[in-house]
């Protein structure tokens, strides 16, 4: 497996898909609050494809490869085929 830094800029838009995950959950807790916790869903998987967008812009050979990202480490973490469940 190897490991790559990512940038802040983009580790930024990762951390926003993250916040509106976690307002989502807070909303589906909620009784009155389907709306929102809809509207967060969606922020939270548009900055995630913002940000893996942005990630295969800096690094074009990962594109098709089994890649995860680390919110605490910020690393991706590019596994090997023999990792790939989709191999």
Same mark, same amino acid.
């Given at each position: ?6 940038? =802040?800029?983009?580790? =930024?838009?990762?951390? @926003? ?17 389907? &709306? ?20 295969? =812009? ?6 098709? &490869? ?12 590019? &596994?090997? @085929? ?6």
């Amino acid at each position: 497996m190897e490991s790559l830094k990512v940038p =802040e800029e983009i580790r =930024e838009i990762f951390d @926003d898909g993250l916040a509106a995950q976690n307002c989502r959950d807070e909303c589906i807790n909620s009784l009155f609050k389907a &709306k929102r916790a809809i509207y967060y869903s969606k922020k939270h998987l548009q900055a995630n494809r913002k940000a893996w967008e942005l990630i295969f =812009e800096v690094w074009p050979e990962l594109k098709g &490869k089994y890649c995860s990202y680390s919110y605490r480490s910020g690393l991706v973490t590019i &596994k090997d @085929d023999a990792d790939n469940p989709a191999a």
